[in-house]
């Protein structure tokens, strides 16, 4: 085993990971701790790596550190995926107790990785050679690895170290090459009625439409914005319309129902977002809504950032919609069973009108956040 020096143990490896940071262009927090807890990160390097958000994280140990990274998909898949490596144990009790995974015909990753999802052969289109091969190779690299409609997560111990300079560049390669594969899946089977009112909704705004995620993609207006079915269970999907505001924001803020009409789960989000205390925004009626968790913001910070005009907006919108702000990203979202496919092109227009008059506000205010 090759461990850590001395001088490297007390540093944990932060200027290591900073000049990763500033060598991909990602932005960096480095904590000043002396003796840090091992639960949180001594240094979190994050950012957009060709079109991909990608946080990874430090954590001290013993004798040295453990890192966590975590890549997400936008917009999020519709398969039901669930692919992580298996160890031995893993492997023996999956023989005792019968396979439950797909055979994707790679032997060696049917070997190495477990495959599950909703439709067979609709995952199976996903995995393409190039996708194959990066994930084999990130298998290889990492301890643990887990990827799901909503991303990537990966994590190394202080036995295996892992060069992220070219970890993150195939990472997030991967994910654009399954996102391109996914291009080619066919619709999900519960989703085939909504595909003809789909494309009539597509072709009013000029969008882009795709089969997998069910979506529409372009400009709606002067938003940069998208229609996409997202996945809620088997069986079950939602409604949800999109509008980017800053995709700098990547793993930086995050506001959601408190209550949400829609389970959804998410992609486990990087440290600190994942452990950050509930900020209050000092607007009582927002913070009775919306639950708020943010990267190294005050009240008065949040305050600026989220602007009175658009979180007024945001809870006059929520007895028609699940109003979400994650990533840089304004999302309105609304079960399939409350609606149908003839009524689809409506609830776009009014979503669509609900976004241009949140966006403009939200833009304002991250332009003016320190």
């Known amino acids: ?64 550190w453990d890192d966590r990274a975590h890549a997400a998909t936008w917009p999020p898949l519709d398969l039901g995926l669930h692919v992580f490596a298996e160890g031995t144990l893993g492997r023996r009790m999956r023989d005792l107790f019968g396979a439950t995974d797909i055979q994707t015909g790679d032997d060696e990753l049917d070997r190495r990785v477990r495959v599950q ?25 990492a301890d643990q690895v887990e990827w799901t409609d909503l991303g990537v997560r990966c994590s190394t111990s202080r036995s295996r170290r892992i060069d992220w300079r070219t970890a993150i560049p195939d990472l997030a390669r991967m994910l654009r090459g399954a996102r391109r594969a996914a291009h080619a899946v ?65 793993f930086r803020l995050s506001v959601e129902p408190r ?34 968790t943010a990267l190294g913001a005050t009240a008065e910070g949040l305050a600026r950032l989220l602007p009175p005009a658009a979180r007024r907006r945001m809870v006059e919108l929520t007895p028609r919609f699940d109003v979400f702000l994650r990533d840089g990203m304004l999302g309105l979202r609304c079960p399939l069973e409350a609606t149908d496919p003839t009524a689809l092109p409506a609830l776009v227009d009014a979503a669509a009108d609900a976004a241009r008059s949140i966006v403009p506000a939200l833009v304002a205010g991250y332009r003016a956040r320190p």
């Open 1 to 64: 085993m090759n461990l850590p020096t001395r001088r490297m143990t007390a540093s944990f490896g932060r200027n290591d990971l900073a000049a990763l940071g500033a060598e991909l262009g990602l932005s960096c927090q480095i904590s000043e701790e002396t003796f840090p807890t091992l639960w949180t990160p001594v240094a979190t390097v994050q950012g957009v790596v060709d079109g991909v958000a990608i946080a990874v994280q430090r954590f001290p140990r013993k004798y040295g």
């Open 259 to 292: 209550v949400p009409r829609i389970p959804a789960p998410a992609l486990a989000l990087p440290e600190p977002i994942a452990r950050a205390a509930v900020v209050s925004t000092m607007d009582d009626p927002f913070d009775r809504v919306f639950e708020v």
């Open 186 to 250: 066919p619709t999900a089977t519960p989703l085939v009625p909504w595909a003809g009112a789909l494309s009539r909704v597509a072709a009013s705004y000029g969008l882009r439409t795709w089969p997998t995620p069910l979506s529409a993609e372009g400009r709606i207006g002067a938003l940069d914005a998208g229609v996409f079915f997202r996945r809620v269970e088997k069986g079950r999907h939602a409604i949800e319309i999109a509008a980017v505001v800053d995709r700098s924001m990547a």
């Open 117 to 141: 999802g909703d439709e067979p052969e609709r995952v199976v289109a996903l995995l393409g050679e190039d996708v194959r091969r990066s994930l084999l190779s990130l298998a290889s690299a």
